[in-house]
């Protein structure tokens, strides 16, 4: 695996996370109707926090396991799409 690989894997990550935060935010307005308490939009919320923590902790892990840098993040700014334009070569240590 190289960086490239690796941050179209987070890359693809992130942005399921971005569409599952981005439904439960969606879901907040209409819990009502659908007879969903607060307790459990917040249940749910937070168990989608702890995936995204625990994903970013897992692709740390898969980098440090394949000598390579970890440049997309599952929090704060999503970056754009890895293009092929970037790829190079892995970083091994001498």
């Excluded at 969606?26 to 607060?38: I, K, M, P, T, V």
């Excluded at 970890?70 to 890895?82: E, I, T």
Aim: proline fraction near 3%; charge should be negative.
């Amino acid at each position: 695996m190289d960086d490239f690989e690796l941050d179209t894997l987070a890359f693809k990550w992130r942005g399921a996370l971005d569409v599952a935060a981005s439904s439960l935010d969606e879901l907040s307005g209409s819990r009502h109707a659908l007879h969903l308490s607060s307790a459990e939009l917040r249940s749910r919320v937070a168990s989608l926090d702890r995936e995204r923590d625990t994903t970013e902790l897992d692709l740390g892990r898969l980098a440090a396991a394949t000598h390579t840098q970890l440049h997309q993040h599952m929090r704060g700014v999503a970056l754009a799409a890895p293009t092929g334009s970037e790829r190079r070569a892995p970083c091994r240590p001498s």
